[in-house]
């Protein structure tokens, strides 16, 4: 992956799979630990681009020592509300993390709609909610290529869509 370049997702922190169940159903809640986890693969992998996702619950203290500190490891908060995200990543988001954090709704457990609640993103300085839900996602995830090409069709569209208009007027 790393000599791809391709951007890898790697889950962090509890999950709700089998909570509750016997055993949690086999999952071992260390594996979503930062550090050693994702440290660990961070450095031994210094290009590959990593995305840990969520907040990393109950480590999040550790996941923001990580992505501080490893230029090649970014934090998706998806999954969790803008009112549940922890107070020291939501505080860390607006400062040191503001170009390594990015949105994901983890839809179908949350619709888009329920992570955007903008009074719970109101806090944050001019700019950096434009870098969570956009500007972070284009540039972390590669995507600069294919926004530019689908800003592209989309102009040619309404250009289209312009000219039969007015050709349309003329008759």
């Not at 889950?11 to 799979?17: D, N, R, Y």
């Not at 490893?70 to 993390?97: C, F």
């Not at 540039?139 to 349309?168: F, G, K, P």
């Amino acid at each position: 992956m790393q000599s791809l370049g391709a951007p890898v997702l790697i889950h962090c922190g509890t999950t709700a799979i089998g909570a509750g169940e016997p055993g949690g159903l086999g999952f071992k809640l260390s594996h979503g630990r930062p550090i050693p986890n994702i440290d660990n693969v961070a450095a031994d992998f210094p290009r590959l681009n990593i995305v840990a996702a969520h907040p990393g619950w109950p480590w999040t203290e550790e996941l923001i020592a990580v992505a501080l500190h490893k230029g090649n490891v970014s934090i998706d908060i998806s999954g969790w509300g803008p009112k549940y995200i922890p107070a020291a990543l939501k505080h860390e988001m607006d400062r040191r993390l503001q170009d390594k954090v990015l949105f994901g709704s983890d839809y179908p457990g949350w619709s888009a709609g329920q992570c955007c609640d903008e009074r719970e993103m109101a806090g944050f300085r001019p700019g950096v909610v434009e870098k969570l839900f956009h500007q972070n996602a284009i540039r972390i995830l590669h995507l600069e290529a294919a926004v530019a090409a689908a800003e592209a069709a989309a102009a040619t569209a309404i250009e289209s869509a312009t000219q039969i208009e007015d050709e349309s007027n003329i008759v």
